[in-house]
């Protein structure tokens, strides 16, 4: 994702993966193949690999510059962890040139925020040192939904074996309430003037956007609401992995409204290529138009004073 600016704060990101993943008929159990296709054509070619019939999906961590805070958002599916399938079990080094291309050390993180705790969006909270997972920014705040948190707890607590989201609880999660370093907050928290979240819940028990705002500029940042612009065309279509797919499909249709037809970038976790954009209705439903750099002035270093 090229970066870009939204008032004075600077939004980047950098990629674990990307790449044909997907089958949309395999991702959306309830679609339907000729509609896909239709909707397909009518977007930018790297959003879907038509030869192999693959969906185009990017894991990636948001690094947001504000005046005051280096805040990371969702941090993939990290290194070393056990229990995961193994169509994650790729190379994970492009993570870690992305961290330090960016000028970054682990220590100068003050918040993570994970918009959920799934697999790809909460692997790097830790790290494996001495056979003992530790959090991976030392000197970070980790910003948990509650309600997102306890049902991944309560589902470690029935002990089912190969329970791949109860291991990644106990690795990724545990260990940074452990250490002191989680904030475990509501649906609508807001960190400070211009930090917020807004529920979005059905793809996980309690997912959450985390929005920005600075100046005139809002940016609003929706993990897994929607995996792929199909969705926007299609918002009833959720996912193979949503926990409750109408709960999902509702939280989609009143973001989208939200945000159609504004200013406010927003920024979806698995998008691919330039991931942000705007989201423009069309009847009842929308459409998905990817960031241009055109005739705008987006900068590619730190914020301006
Ligand atoms: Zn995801």
Redesign the pocket.
Known sequence: MRPFKIGNILISSFVEREGPWRQPEAMFPTSDKATALAHLGEMPSWVYDAGRNLLIINYQTFVVRTERHTILIDTCVGEDKPMRSSGLAYPKQSWLDGFSAHGLRFEDIDYVFCTHL?V??CGWNTRLVNGRWVPTFPNATYIFGKREYEAWEAEAALGKPEDQQAAIWEDSCRPIVEAGQARLVDSDFELEDGIWLTPAFGHSPGQVCVNFRSGDGHAIFT??MM?HPLQCREPDWSTCFCSDPGEAAQSRRRILAEVADSDTVVVP??FPGQTAGHVLSDGDTWRWRFMSFIDQSWISSGPTD
């Open positions: 799934h790809d969006h993990g897994d995996h976790a698995h």
